[in-house]
C-alpha cells in the first residue's frame, strides 16, 4: 500500500523530468538546470530587483544563447535585434504584456500588428518635430518653475544638498501630464508626491515585472504574486485624464499644443472623429510610462557625471559655448540648442549603455514557424528577449564593454553602436514618445549643468532597484552655484 502510494505521488515528477530530458523542445538551449523547470528562478531575480544582471551572469557562463525560464529563451546577438524586433508578424508581443491589465488594448499591450499600427498612427502626429516645436514654450514655463524652486532650495547659501530623485521625478510628472493634457499635477509646487502617485506607481513597477511570469501549472510561475495588479493610482491618473477631457471638450483652448489637442481633432480610418474611448486610455498609460523613464535615465546621468569631475568639467565647457551668456530668471535652453551639446549626447549615451534604464529585454514569440540563432533552433511558440542591459556590453560591438568611456560615441565607425543601443527598443513597436523623452532628458542635463557644479554626497556605491525601469533609491547630491 505504502509502495504504491510512493509510485502515485512520484509519477508526476518522474514523468516531468523525463519529459525534460529526452521530449522538452527547449532542451538543447544552454543554461542551468533550474531554469529548465518553471520561471521561479526569474521570478525570484524580479523580486530581488537584480534580474537583468543575473541574466548578464548566465550570458557570459552559457554563451549568447541562454533558457531563462521552462519557456524563455534570452538571446544576445546584435543580428538578432532585426529578426525580433523589426519583423512585424513572424514575433508578436509575448504573454508577459498581459501584466499590463488595462480595460482596452493600448498602445504598450495591442497584440494585433494591424491594430498597434492603426493606434500608433492616430499618436503619431503629436510626437512629430513640429508639434513638440509647438509644444516646447509650455515645457519651458514649467522649467522656470522648477528652477526658481531648485535655487528657492540655497537660502542665501553658495551650496545646497537636495535629493535630485524627488525633484527630478517631480519634474518628469509634472512635464509628461502637460504634454498629454495640458495640466501638471503639481509636484512642482508643492514639493512633495501629494497624491501617492509616484510612490504607488513605482510599487507597481515591481509587481508587473513579477505578474508577466504569472501562469498555473509547470510553467511560468509566480509564488505568492497577484495575477491582476492594484488599480487605485491608475484609477487617479484615468479621472484626472477624464476630468482633463471634459474640461477641455467644456472650455475649448486652441493656444494649447499638447497630446489631448491633438486627439481631439484626430479622425479614425473611416474619416470621422476619433471617440474618447479610442484615445484617453492610451493617454492615461503615458503618463506612467513617460514620467519614470525620464526621470531615470536623467538621475543616471547626474549620478554618473557627479562622480566624475573630468566628464563634468568638459560639459560645463560645452555648454558655456554652446550658451555663453549668464542666464536670466526665465531662460531655459532650448531643445534646438541642446542638440549642438556634442560630448553630452556622448555621455548620455554611455550612461545609458551602461545603465539603460529599460534593462530587461522587451519579450517576443515566434508564433509562426522556428527560428535559429546562433546555431540554436528556437521552436514556435518560445518567448524570446534581447536584454538591452547585456547587448550594450557585448564585447563585439562595445570593446572594454565595463570601461565607461564616452569617446567610444564620437570616434571612428559608431553605426552598430548606435544600432545595438536598445533604451527605446526597435522597430514598429519602439517608444512612440522617444524624441519628446530625449528633448527633455537633455533640456534637464543643460539646465542643471549649466547653473550647478554637482557632486555626489557619500562615494558608496549608488543603490538600484530594477522593476520595469532600472531606477536609483536615491540621488543626494551638493548643488554649487557657478
Known amino acids: ?60 557562463k552559457y554563451g549568447d544563447i541562454v533558457r531563462i525560464s521552462s519557456n524563455d529563451v534570452s538571446i544576445n546577438r546584435p543580428e538578432a535585434i532585426q529578426e525580433i524586433y523589426n519583423h512585424q508578424k513572424e514575433f508578436a508581443k509575448g504573454p508577459w504584456y ?122 511560468r510561475t509566480c509564488p505568492g504574486c497577484p495575477s491582476t495588479v492594484s488599480g487605485a493610482r491608475r484609477r487617479k491618473i484615468r479621472t484626472s485624464t477624464m476630468e482633463a477631457y471634459q474640461d477641455r471638450v467644456a472650455h475649448p483652448d486652441d493656444s494649447k499644443r499638447d497630446l489631448l489637442s491633438h486627439m481631439l481633432v484626430a479622425k479614425h480610418k473611416e474619416g470621422g472623429p476619433l471617440p474618447p474611448e479610442k484615445f484617453l486610455p492610451h493617454m492615461a498609460s503615458m503618463i506612467a510610462a513617460g514620467s519614470d523613464s525620464t526621470a531615470a535615465s536623467t538621475l543616471h546621468f547626474i549620478d554618473y557625471v557627479s562622480r566624475d569631475a573630468d566628464s563634468q568639467a568638459k560639459i560645463h565647457a560645452e555648454i558655456d559655448m554652446v550658451f555663453p551668456n549668464v542666464p536670466s530668471e526665465d531662460w531655459i535652453p532650448s531643445h534646438h540648442d541642446t542638440q549642438k551639446l556634442t560630448y553630452t549626447n556622448a555621455v548620455l549615451h554611455e550612461v545609458l549603455r551602461l545603465r539603460p534604464t529599460s534593462s530587461m529585454g522587451l519579450e517576443r514569440c515566434n508564433t509562426t514557424k522556428a527560428t535559429t540563432f546562433g546555431g540554436y533552433t528556437i521552436p514556435p511558440n518560445t518567448s524570446v528577449s534581447i536584454p538591452t542591459y547585456s547587448i550594450h556590453r557585448h564585447p563585439e560591438v562595445y570593446p572594454d564593454e565595463e570601461v565607461f568611456r564616452p569617446d567610444r560615441w564620437l570616434k571612428g565607425d559608431t553605426s552598430m553602436q548606435h544600432k545595438c543601443f536598445s533604451i527605446f527598443s526597435h522597430g514598429p513597436r519602439n517608444c512612440i514618445g522617444q524624441v519628446f523623452a530625449w528633448m527633455e532628458i537633455l533640456k534637464t542635463i543643460a539646465l542643471v549643468f549649466k547653473m550647478f557644479r554637482v557632486e555626489r554626497r557619500g562615494k558608496g556605491e549608488s543603490r538600484l532597484r530594477e522593476g520595469v525601469f532600472l531606477k536609483m533609491e536615491e540621488c543626494f547630491v551638493v548643488l554649487e552655484r557657478r
Not at 5 to 18: E, R
Not at 22 to 38: E, V
Not at 168 to 177: E, M, P, Q, S
Not at 203 to 209: D, G, K, M, P
Request: contains cysteine.
Open 98 to 219: 498581459g501584466a499590463f491589465e488595462s480595460p482596452v488594448k493600448i498602445l504598450l499591450t495591442t497584440y494585433d500588428v494591424d491594430e498597434h499600427a492603426e493606434q500608433r498612427r492616430n499618436f503619431a502626429p503629436a510626437f512629430s518635430a513640429r508639434a513638440l516645436r509647438e509644444f516646447e514654450p509650455s515645457m519651458d514655463q514649467l522649467y522656470v518653475v522648477w528652477k526658481k524652486r531648485l535655487l528657492g532650495l540655497f537660502d542665501q547659501n553658495e551650496a545646497a544638498t537636495v535629493n535630485l530623485n524627488e525633484w527630478v521625478t517631480f519634474l518628469a510628472y509634472d512635464l509628461i501630464a502637460e504634454f498629454v493634457y495640458g495640466k501638471p499635477f503639481g509636484f512642482i509646487e508643492k514639493g512633495e508626491d501629494f497624491l501617492d502617485m509616484i510612490t504607488g506607481l513605482d510599487r507597481r513597477s515591481t509587481t508587473i515585472a513579477l505578474s508577466g511570469y504569472y501562469q498555473p501549472g509547470f510553467g
Open 1 to 60: 500500500m505504502m509502495t504504491t502510494l510512493v509510485i502515485l505521488l512520484l509519477s508526476p515528477i518522474i514523468y516531468y523530468a523525463a519529459w525534460l530530458l529526452f521530449f522538452d523542445p527547449l532542451r538543447h538551449i544552454p543554461g542551468p538546470f533550474y531554469t529548465r523547470i518553471s520561471s521561479v528562478w526569474l521570478v525570484t531575480q524580479c523580486r530581488l530587483h537584480r534580474r537583468s544582471k543575473k541574466i548578464q551572469e548566465l550570458h557570459k
